[in-house]
């Protein structure tokens, strides 16, 4: 991973060059620099779900729904009204007065442009949150209708999810997407795209033709540095080097929250940590081998020992923030005996397991612990260090037997996390485990369907027991976004979805 250039404030700002103090003429203390260990990789909404492409797309396109950052709820964005037919299944969207980053108006041929590709580029990094689109068309240049293969409660929600930017379609078109989004593309979000070097910095400067009057509230220059070492990172912020580092370590946090210049905040997420099972193979293949495991684990130990006790232990399958989360579901306790004697009624006691772990310190721990408790069951647990592209290739072909990890939810609502954690027939393969009940399948769909909220909650739950009690995943703990900013910031902070709140954010004189 790419080290950014670790230069004093006044540096960096001379760094930039001259075209930035003629575009604005910004004190040094108008730089928000963002030091993370994820990665810019591409500038297309369409082609990566990766974490550090996530934040990135978020400040450069806008989308139909933004979601309010102080209560959570969904609200006008590109499209200033919307009717949804009495089925459910038609959405009509009216958009407002906007324009691009080049001063070119915002159309509904973009919007069915950018829509379309997610829904039918066979390059789509995750077409699933418009799965149940028919169709997406233009009924005049301000109206978009949208139309479903049946209702859908998610939907909305949906919409706002990161790759859902509406990008312009005159310039993916003339240029090709490739070189469109090679350096500079046209943008409809908060920000445009100054400089961008890959594996060291992405440098965004405000977008002069944004929507949202007075937005963004700060004419600062934004760099998105990548930093591999969390050493570095802490380093920097101490420095007044970067005024933002992104995750975080545990061992790090109280360290940094004695320190008078630095706000460190753990703030809310939808991240589980959980570990994968591959149903596929022995031993795991066997339902009492798998809650054998799962009764082997002391989630709160394992919690307290890892996050410094900042996260906590997980009861269910699915996050804990989401909507509809379970919190009365008793979980799997930690029970040694059981789990032995489990062990022992599934035939597969003495059975080798194969622990996949990258790199990661979080990732190591967890394979530790799980080494030692299954150990001490009588299994043979063997970890097998990777990086993260074999992690991922050897998952996806179940080629592994376990691995310790994380995941979070794009929304507060729980079918994305369901069809990608729990679903057998969504395409994610119960995230890698191959999971399949058909019972969880058709309470998936029901729970899309569903639109009073009371039964969608009992689906829900129901969805929680049965993929609790068959472990179609071991539960670990629910973790926060752990965040250290500068205190010259206001208005800051790393959403849920993983978007930073920047159009808001001021910087103090």
Same mark, same amino acid.
């Given at each position: 991973?790419?080290?950014?250039?670790?230069?004093?404030?006044?540096?960096?700002?001379?760094?930039?060059?001259?075209?930035?103090?003629?575009?604005?003429?910004?004190?040094?203390?108008?730089?928000?620099?963002?030091?993370?260990?994820?990665?810019?990789?591409?500038?297309?909404?369409?082609?990566?779900?990766?974490?550090?492409?996530?934040?990135?797309?978020?400040?450069?396109?806008?989308?139909?729904?933004?979601?309010?950052?102080?209560?959570?709820?969904?609200?006008?964005?590109?499209?200033?009204?919307?009717?949804?037919?009495?089925?459910?299944?038609?959405?009509?969207?009216?958009?407002?007065?906007?324009?691009?980053?080049?001063?070119?108006?915002?159309?509904?041929?973009?919007?069915?442009?950018?829509? %379309?590709?997610?829904?039918?580029?066979? @390059?789509? *990094?995750?077409? &699933?949150?418009?799965? !149940?689109? +028919? /169709?997406?068309?233009?009924?005049?240049?301000?109206?978009?209708?949208?139309?479903?293969?049946?209702?859908?409660?998610?939907?909305?929600?949906?919409?706002?999810?990161?790759?859902?930017?509406?990008? %312009?379609?005159?310039?993916?078109?003339? @240029?090709? *997407?490739?070189? &469109?989004?090679?350096? !500079?593309? +046209? /943008?409809?979000?908060?920000?445009?795209?100054?400089?961008?070097?890959?594996?060291?910095?992405?440098?965004?400067?405000?977008?002069?033709?944004?929507?949202?009057?007075?937005?963004?509230?700060?004419?600062?220059?934004?760099?998105?540095?990548?930093?591999?070492?969390?050493?570095?990172?802490?380093?920097?912020?101490?420095?007044?080097?970067?005024?933002?580092?992104?995750?975080?370590?545990?061992?790090?946090?109280?360290?940094?929250?004695?320190?008078?210049?630095?706000?460190?905040?753990?703030?809310?997420?939808?991240?589980?940590?959980?570990?994968?099972?591959?149903?596929?193979?022995?031993?795991?293949?066997?339902?009492?081998?798998?809650?054998?495991?799962?009764?082997?684990?002391?989630?709160?130990?394992?919690?307290?020992?890892?996050?410094?006790?900042?996260?906590?232990?997980?009861?269910?399958?699915?996050?804990?923030?989401?909507?509809?989360?379970?919190?009365?579901?008793?979980?799997?306790?930690?029970?040694?005996?059981?789990?032995?004697?489990?062990?022992?009624?599934?035939?597969?006691?003495?059975?080798?397991?194969?622990?996949?772990?990258?790199?990661?310190?979080?990732?190591?721990?967890?394979?530790?612990?799980?080494?030692?408790?299954?150990?001490?069951?009588?299994?043979?647990?063997?970890?097998?260090?990777?990086?993260?592209?074999?992690?991922?290739?050897?998952?996806?072909?179940?080629?592994?037997?376990?691995?310790?990890?994380?995941?979070?939810?794009?929304?507060?609502?729980?079918?994305?996390?369901?069809?990608?954690?729990?679903?057998?027939?969504?395409?994610?393969?119960?995230?890698?485990?191959?999971?399949?009940?058909?019972?969880?399948?058709?309470?998936?769909?029901?729970?899309?369907?569903?639109?009073?909220?009371?039964?969608?909650?009992?689906?829900?739950?129901?969805?929680?027991?049965?993929?609790?009690?068959?472990?179609?995943?071991?539960?670990?703990?629910?973790?926060?976004?752990?965040?250290?900013?500068?205190?010259?910031?206001?208005?800051?902070?790393?959403?849920?979805?993983?978007?930073?709140?920047?159009?808001?954010?001021?910087?103090?004189?």
């Amino acid at each position: 991973m790419g080290t950014a250039t670790r230069l004093p404030l006044v540096a960096a700002t001379l760094y930039l060059g001259a075209s930035v103090l003629a575009v604005h003429p910004a004190s040094a203390s108008e730089l928000i620099r963002i030091v993370s260990p994820y990665k810019t990789t591409t500038l297309d909404p369409l082609r990566s779900a990766a974490a550090g492409n996530i934040e990135t797309y978020g400040q450069l396109y806008a989308r139909l729904v933004q979601r309010n950052t102080a209560n959570g709820e969904l609200e006008a964005g590109l499209a200033e009204s919307w009717d949804i037919s009495e089925d459910g299944r038609t959405y009509t969207f009216r958009l407002r007065d906007a324009k691009f980053s080049n001063g070119t108006t915002i159309t509904a041929d973009d919007v069915v442009f950018s829509l %379309s590709r997610i829904h039918d580029d066979k @390059q789509s *990094a995750y077409p &699933a949150p418009l799965g !149940a689109v +028919v /169709t997406i068309t233009a009924s005049d240049p301000k109206t978009v209708v949208i139309r479903l293969k049946s209702a859908f409660a998610p939907f909305l929600g949906n919409l706002e999810i990161w790759n859902m930017g509406i990008v %312009s379609k005159a310039d993916v078109e003339a @240029q090709g *997407a490739e070189k &469109a989004f090679s350096s !500079a593309p +046209v /943008t409809s979000g908060p920000y445009a795209v100054k400089e961008w070097k890959p594996n060291d910095k992405l440098v965004l400067q405000p977008n002069e033709h944004y929507w949202r009057s007075g937005y963004p509230k700060s004419d600062a220059i934004v760099e998105l540095q990548e930093v591999a070492s969390p050493e570095t990172r802490a380093a920097m912020l101490k420095a007044g080097e970067a005024e933002v580092v992104r995750a975080v370590p545990w061992a790090q946090i109280d360290d940094l929250k004695a320190t008078d210049s630095i706000d460190m905040r753990l703030e809310p997420s939808t991240t589980i940590y959980m570990t994968l099972m591959n149903h596929k193979r022995e031993p795991f293949s066997n339902m009492k081998a798998r809650q054998a495991a799962a009764y082997a684990i002391d989630n709160k130990a394992m919690a307290k020992a890892i996050t410094r006790g900042y996260a906590e232990p997980a009861n269910t399958t699915l996050p804990g923030s989401i909507d509809f989360h379970d919190k009365d579901n008793p979980g799997i306790p930690f029970d040694s005996a059981k789990a032995k004697q489990l062990l022992i009624e599934s035939g597969m006691s003495g059975h080798e397991v194969k622990i996949l772990a990258t790199s990661g310190a979080t990732e190591q721990q967890m394979a530790l612990l799980l080494q030692a408790q299954w150990q001490a069951i009588g299994l043979k647990p063997v970890i097998v260090n990777v990086d993260s592209g074999a992690w991922w290739d050897a998952t996806a072909k179940g080629d592994y037997d376990a691995a310790a990890n994380w995941w979070y939810n794009e929304t507060p609502d729980p079918d994305l996390a369901v069809r990608w954690a729990v679903c057998g027939t969504c395409g994610s393969n119960s995230y890698n485990t191959f999971y399949a009940n058909p019972k969880v399948d058709e309470l998936v769909a029901q729970g899309t369907m569903e639109t009073d909220l009371q039964k969608r909650a009992e689906i829900y739950k129901e969805i929680q027991r049965i993929t609790t009690e068959e472990v179609s995943q071991i539960p670990l703990f629910y973790a926060p976004n752990a965040v250290a900013y500068s205190k010259n910031l206001e208005g800051i902070k790393l959403t849920p979805s993983l978007q930073w709140t920047l159009e808001d954010t001021t910087v103090a004189k």
